[in-house]
């Protein structure tokens, strides 16, 4: 049999902070209520203004998963490290891991890829475990949203979707019939970049925004810059989302690319042990649900204690499902995310 990958270990790690949606009426017109019934998000986690990175989170989320993969951060051969909110523009969060973790002078690759970015990462970690080229692989998830979000009633809508946290796995080689990584489906389409995004700074000078009806950024000085006052002043620095126009997206791909991973591996929905979307939105989750007609214990959510963590989602609800004794040996999962780009992905695996 050909090699694979398997998940060898994986820990977590969220901030001690709790937010309710009751604390987030302190700062904005908003309530407990519009955000339960919209979202399902009930609670978030903070991260320690200055005590906590992104990278900091992501050091303790690995060394869980180091330990459990019953190894050493000297063991680690390769990272892969997931983050929509790095420390620096640049360089990216792997060097900073790699450097808090004393490991060796191992490659580190930064993924790009938002929401999806998780499955992406556990995608190209795999290509390197199955060709034999590493044998310990590092993946991570990490974002510390709380420091780049509009907390006023302008921002509402973005920013009470949005957690901080950090989850990791260690990929290692298996030549278990019944293990491992069986596929990943890894899809993108442009046309829809600029409906979730953060367009600033950046180095679009107007080019792709001028023709876009997006009513919250109609500023000619939009872009016109690297980084301005202007931008500051008409909070051009927050992320923008047009929601309704992502959930339409989202509940057709994220059914599409789970039935994709299933059929390429000629497997059906009631195959399925557990299904962890990306944590996005619990209303997407159940719509998902239902429409693979999948049983309550078929699926996981925690987005309501953590909201979206982004590319620490998934690693994080697995986490849980795992400790929780919701996953175990030979079980088959399916890890599923969509997100900004439009991106969206999935993996099936056997534990
Ligand atoms: C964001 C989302 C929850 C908004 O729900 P929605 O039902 O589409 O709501 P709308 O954006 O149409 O806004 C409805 C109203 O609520 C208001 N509103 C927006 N955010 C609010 C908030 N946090 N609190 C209270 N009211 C809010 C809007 O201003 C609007 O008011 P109006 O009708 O007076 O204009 C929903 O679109 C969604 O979940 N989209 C997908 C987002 C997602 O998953 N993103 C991550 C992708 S990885």
Redesign the pocket.
């Known amino acids: 049999m050909s090699l694979r990958s398997k998940i060898a270990g994986i820990g977590m790690y969220v901030p001690k902070n709790v937010f309710t949606n009751n604390d ?1 009426t302190k700062y ?4 407990d209520e ?2 339960t019934e ?2 399902g998000i009930k609670e978030r986690r903070f991260a320690d203004r200055s005590g906590e990175t992104t990278t900091t989170m992501a050091v303790e989320a690995s060394k869980i998963a180091i330990e459990r993969a019953g190894i050493t951060a000297q063991d680690i051969d390769f990272i892969v490290f997931a983050t929509l909110s790095p420390d620096y523009y640049f360089p990216g969060c792997g060097v900073l891991l790699q450097r808090a973790m004393g490991m060796k002078d191992v490659g580190a690759l930064d993924v790009r890829n ?2 999806s970015g998780f499955v992406y990462a556990l995608s190209t970690a795999d290509q390197f475990v199955r060709s034999g080229m590493y044998k310990n692989v590092l993946v991570v998830g990490s974002e510390k949203h709380s420091f780049g979000l509009d907390f006023s ?1 302008r921002g ?6 949005f957690g901080d946290g950090a989850g990791a796995v260690v990929l290692q080689p298996t030549e278990e019939e019944d293990q491992g990584i069986l596929s990943t489906h890894l899809h993108s389409n442009g046309n829809g970049a600029e409906i ?1 995004a953060m367009y600033n700074p950046g180095t679009h000078a107007n080019h792709w925004i001028k023709d876009q009806k997006l009513a919250d950024f109609d500023d000619a000085e939009i872009g016109e810059m690297f980084f301005s006052h202007a931008m500051i002043d008409n909070a051009q620095v927050f992320p923008f ?7 339409k997206v ?1 509940v057709e791909k994220f059914p599409a690319v789970i039935v994709e991973s299933l059929e390429a591996n000629n497997l059906k929905t009631t195959d399925l042990n557990l299904l962890v979307p ?1 944590q ?2 619990l ?2 989750a159940q719509f998902v649900q239902k429409k693979l007609q999948l049983r309550d214990d078929q699926v996981f959510n925690n987005i309501q204690k953590y909201g ?1 963590t ?1 590319a620490a989602s998934i690693p994080i609800a697995l986490c849980e499902a795992w400790e929780q004794g919701r996953v175990n040996r030979g079980d088959l999962v399916c890890l599923a ?4 780009g439009f991106t969206w992905a999935s993996a099936l695996l056997r534990w």
């Open positions: 987030l904005m017109d908003t309530s519009w955000i919209r979202t938002q929401c009633t509402r809508n973005v920013s009470v979707i979730l989302m047009d929601g309704p126009s992502v959930f989202a990306h996005a939105n209303r997407i979206n982004t995310a969509f997100g900004s």
